[in-house]
């Protein structure tokens, strides 16, 4: 029975995570839209680093859970972009019945640049982690 319990813990924990910020993500584009500033640039120049950054997040969180499931670092990679990806459409066609916004095949890009980059950096730079993120991304075995 305890061996059951750890199986669903370690699971919870890799799943959960991705899951949670996907319905966050849901639950701000759900919101009409609002300005940020009274210049154009600077609203839009902080709505799309908010896309950028939330699905770095996003593409980070599926990294986790496909790394922690035993898949490769290639097939983690690109399964958590392409999850990213198709949420991110996901996401823009449930925004074309949001009060205020409209879908933008901009915004899937943006938001894919973001998964993008995020697994680029757990690439690149994994080995230079502090040991709190090595050991939260699955990188370090203690």
Do not use: C
């Amino acid at each position: 029975m305890r061996n059951k319990t750890t199986k669903i813990r370690k699971i919870l924990n890799l799943w959960l995570p991705p899951l949670l910020w996907m319905a966050l993500i849901f639950f701000f584009s759900s919101l009409p839209t609002i300005k940020t500033s009274k210049f154009y640039w600077q609203d839009f120049l902080l709505k799309k680093t908010a896309h950028f950054v939330e699905y770095a997040v996003l593409s980070l969180f599926y990294f986790r859970a496909f790394w922690g499931s035993k898949l490769s670092f290639k097939k983690s990679a690109f399964l958590s972009i392409l999850i990213s990806f198709f949420y991110a459409l996901s996401d823009e066609y449930h925004q074309s019945f949001v009060p205020g916004r409209e879908p933008r095949i901009r915004d899937v890009v943006i938001d894919t640049l973001g998964a993008s980059f995020a697994v680029y950096l757990i690439n690149k730079y994994q080995n230079k982690f502090p040991p709190l993120l090595k050991k939260f991304l699955g990188f370090d075995s203690s």
